[in-house]
T-cell receptor, first 113, second 117 residues
Framework: DGGITQSPKYLFRKEGQNVTLSCEQN?????MYWYRQDPGQGLRLIYYSQIVNDFQKGDIAEGYSVSREKKESFPLTVTSAQKNPTAFYLCASSHRPGQETQYFGPGTRLLVL | AQKVTQAQTEISVVEKEDVTLDCVYETRDTTYYLFWYKQPPSGELVFLIRRNSFDEQNEISGRYSWNFQKSTSSFNFTITASQVVDSAVYFCALSGPSGGGADGLTFGKGTHLIIQP
């Protein structure tokens, strides 16, 4: 089945630790996105990528990094510089950048120990 | 800057009642797209509808209907004869001329809909 997978479902981070969230899609979509959701809030854009080997900062990129070495994969690293990383992270993809519907993965919940 | 307002934080109705979720948006763009997503307790966002700014026709899909009015910058969502399975958080979202490409989607804070049996 075509879709977007995210792993792990739950992730625990220790102080000063970098952690990486996985996002894979087999929809042959060009564009991929990372959003952060805090309780009672809407989603906010962290990073997006319109094409392989290219990515752009969103509204809240500080403390995060990404890579797009393959079309199917868009991992997000939460670095130690992100002081408040506890949130629900959602990955999305769209067929083309712009004017396209974004489809979302199941999300990863990150908690700080 | 773009903005989406969902003033209803939580709505609770009894099953089989009709319910309308409000969405008001702000944008300076003449070409834009509006979306509704459903987020069940599992967390995954489920796409419901996309509407472009030039299409003001109302849309109906089963028990769901959407009313788009540019004059009031609103894109409201109505569920007819609500069911317990409709319980979820519903998000309205807005994109600019480049859709979700350049700046992603701007989301409202969501409306938590509770359908009581």
């Amino acid at each position: 089945d075509g879709g977007i997978t995210q792993s792990p479902k739950y992730l625990f981070r220790k102080e000063g630790q970098n952690v990486t969230l996985s996002c894979e899609q087999n929809l042959n979509h060009d564009a991929m996105y990372w959003y952060r959701q805090d309780p009672g809030q809407g989603l906010r854009l962290i990073y997006y990528s319109q094409i392989v080997n290219d990515f752009q900062k969103g509204d809240i990129a500080e403390g995060y990094s990404v890579s797009r070495e393959k079309k199917e994969s868009f991992p997000l690293t939460v670095t130690s510089a992100q002081k408040n990383p506890t949130a629900f992270y959602l990955c999305a993809s769209s067929h083309r950048p712009g004017q396209e519907t974004q489809y979302f993965g199941p999300g990863t919940r990150l908690l700080v120990l | 800057a773009q903005k989406v307002t969902q003033a209803q934080t939580e709505i609770s109705v009894v099953e089989k009642e009709d319910v309308t979720l409000d969405c008001v948006y702000e944008t300076r763009d003449t070409t834009y797209y509006l979306f509704w997503y459903k987020q069940p307790p599992s967390g995954e966002l489920v796409f419901l509808i996309r509407r472009n700014s030039f299409d003001e026709q109302n849309e109906i899909s089963g028990r769901y209907s959407w009313n788009f009015q540019k004059s009031t910058s609103s894109f409201n969502f109505t569920i007819t004869a609500s069911q317990v399975v409709d319980s979820a958080v519903y998000f309205c979202a807005l994109s600019g001329p480049s859709g979700g490409g350049a700046d992603g989607l701007t989301f409202g804070k969501g409306t938590h809909l509770i359908i009581q049996p």
